[in-house]
């Protein structure tokens, strides 16, 4: 038996064998409530599990917005007429496309699914060159005694207040140096700021902190320059270098420690922008 809780307790959406949610025939129309509202087209009915028989029959679709194949079982939708609220949710349709017209979705589906299997496999290959090659530029750039490298990384917002989603992704890494130890020491990050021009502006420290307030008698024994940064904290990215905050759209130098081996993604950032060649 499945249960969801509802408005009035636990509600039992258990599929039976003759609900008319386990026959919907192929091109019915789905529509999800939430997400920017995309819509779906049944290209197949895959049965019920023998396992999973509340579930009932689990159905292949095709996201009509950008052709990618998905699943959706009967228990998790119900017919658009039954929608009461705005909650996030599947619902199915009276709306059926013809059999062409589906087969074309279809075939237009596998094309696509082919074309991205397609871009993953050469860009695992990619990635594996510039693995190889990076490698290389770290035995001869990087001494086996380095316990931690000076990074350079771009990290662009990708916050949406609108959903209060906070977070930056990382365009550009760049490895700036190396550390014979594993202390975040504010001064050594800015001892390597000026190897790239991206991140010399970080060379010297601010007069101010991130109140725009100079140091005084009053408060040396908090006071730090804004831009750095300390947030050795769940969820933090610990100490580092940046002018702005944590999520803003900017350059930050940070020390990346190094445990049993180097991380994959610091070989490819090598290959990618090595400035030790000359």
């Not at 959706?72 to 705005?86: C, E, Y």
């Not at 094309?111 to 990619?126: M, N, P, R, S």
């Not at 090659?133 to 005694?145: A, M, N, V």
């Not at 991140?199 to 725009?212: C, E, F, Q």
Request: include cysteine; proline fraction near 3%; charge should be positive.
């Amino acid at each position: 038996m499945i249960y969801r809780i509802g408005a009035d307790g636990l509600e039992n959406i258990s599929v039976t064998e003759d609900d008319n949610k386990n026959n919907l025939p192929v091109g019915t129309i789905l529509q999800l409530n939430g997400y920017d509202n995309p819509r779906y087209v049944i290209i197949k009915n895959l049965g019920v599990h023998e396992r999973y028989r509340s579930h009932g029959a689990r159905y292949m679709t095709v996201k009509l917005d950008d052709y990618t194949f998905s699943q959706h079982d009967a228990f998790s939708m119900n017919h658009i007429d039954t929608k009461k609220d705005n909650r996030i949710h599947m619902y199915y349709t009276s709306e059926v496309m013809p059999e062409d017209k589906v087969l074309e979705i279809w075939e237009k589906a596998k094309l696509v699914e082919q074309q991205k299997k397609e871009a993953k496999e050469k860009a695992e290959k990619i990635a594996a060159e510039k693995k190889a090659r990076g490698r290389k530029l770290f035995e001869k750039h990087i001494p086996p005694e380095a316990q931690a490298l000076i990074v350079a990384k771009c990290e662009r917002d990708d916050c949406d207040l609108q959903t209060d989603y906070f977070a930056t992704s990382t365009t550009a890494t760049v490895i700036l140096g190396w550390s014979k130890h594993k202390r975040d020491l504010f001064s050594e990050m800015r001892k390597h700021a000026d190897r790239i021009s991206e991140t010399a502006h970080l060379k010297n420290k601010p007069t101010v902190d991130s109140n725009n307030e100079p140091k005084t008698e009053q408060n040396k024994s908090w006071w730090h320059p804004k831009d750095e940064h300390r947030e050795k904290y769940s969820m933090g990215k610990g100490y580092y270098l940046k002018d702005g905050n944590a999520y803003s759209t900017g350059w930050l130098i940070q020390k990346v420690c190094k445990y049993q081996d180097w991380s994959p993604s610091l070989y490819i950032s090598m290959a990618e922008r090595c400035i030790f060649e000359k």
